[in-house]
Antibody, heavy 118, light 107 residues
Framework: QVQLQESGPGLVKPSETLSLTCTVSGGSISSYYWSWIRQPPGKELEWIGYIYDSGTTNYNPSLKSRVTISVDTSKNRFSLGLTSVTAADTAVYYC????????????WGQGTLVTVSS | DIQMTQSPSSLSASVGDRVTITCRTSQSISNFLNWYQQKPGKAPQLLIYAAFSLQSGVPSRFSGDGSGTDFTLTISSLQPEDFATYYCQQSYSIPFTFGPGTKVHVK
């Protein structure tokens, strides 16, 4: 059974960089697309971007100038970096897997709340 | 971006009821439409992908239909564990976008 686990600071100061890691267990990170998705409190879900195991990325244009997603296949994990954060970036951040045969998200991490505050 | 709308935004229902939720997209997306269930404090769970394909392990009381711009999720006989929020998501074009959600609560 594939499992995803997000990790990283729960509190980030305004203007700083949010950094999260998603560790994949129970399966290989290879040959899948891996996404980050966030959900501000009480609001809807927003797709941030994805990375393939080759390192190919695609980002939401609304965040593209501030987002970097990277992958470490040797450690079976991928990471999110979001620069110049503001209170609007406060959200639960999820990592998720997208299989090759479709563009849906079949496995999700439990999510981690990141609060942007001084 | 493709805009998503869902109706109703919330509904009250009883165990055993047949429930239908509608999702509409701002442009045609063929059958690139997925449905998720989310319970409070939990991650979304995939129910239906590609408009009508049931994800492995999901009960058969869930079904999806539609193509183009109009889609439906139907729960044939609502069970106690089905009270949750349901989201549609388009996977036709980047950026992938989600609907605003439909909350199903106890009547």
């Amino acid at each position: 059974q594939v499992q995803l686990q997000e990790s990283g600071p729960g509190l980030v100061k305004p203007s700083e960089t949010l950094s999260l890691t998603c560790t994949v267990s129970g399966g290989s990170i290879s040959s899948y697309y891996w996404s980050w998705i966030r959900q501000p409190p009480g609001k809807e879900l927003e797709w941030i971007g994805y990375i393939y195991d080759s390192g190919t990325t695609n980002y939401n244009p609304s965040l593209k100038s501030r987002v970097t997603i990277s992958v470490d296949t040797s450690k079976n994990r991928f990471s999110l970096g979001l620069t110049s954060v503001t209170a609007a970036d406060t959200a639960v951040y999820y990592c998720a897997r997208r299989p090759n045969y479709g563009s849906h998200f079949d496995y999700w991490g439990q999510g981690t709340l990141v609060t942007v505050s001084s | 971006d493709i805009q998503m709308t869902q109706s109703p935004s919330s509904l009250s229902a009883s165990v055993g009821d047949r429930v239908t939720i509608t999702c509409r997209t701002s442009q045609s997306i063929s059958n690139f439409l997925n449905w998720y269930q989310q319970k409070p404090g939990k991650a979304p769970q995939l129910l239906i992908y590609a408009a009508f394909s049931l994800q492995s392990g999901v009960p058969s009381r869930f079904s999806g239909d539609g193509s183009g711009t109009d889609f439906t999720l139907t729960i044939s006989s609502l069970q106690p564990e089905d009270f949750a929020t349901y989201y549609c998501q388009q996977s036709y074009s980047i950026p992938f976008t989600f609907g605003p959600g439909t909350k199903v609560h106890v009547k």
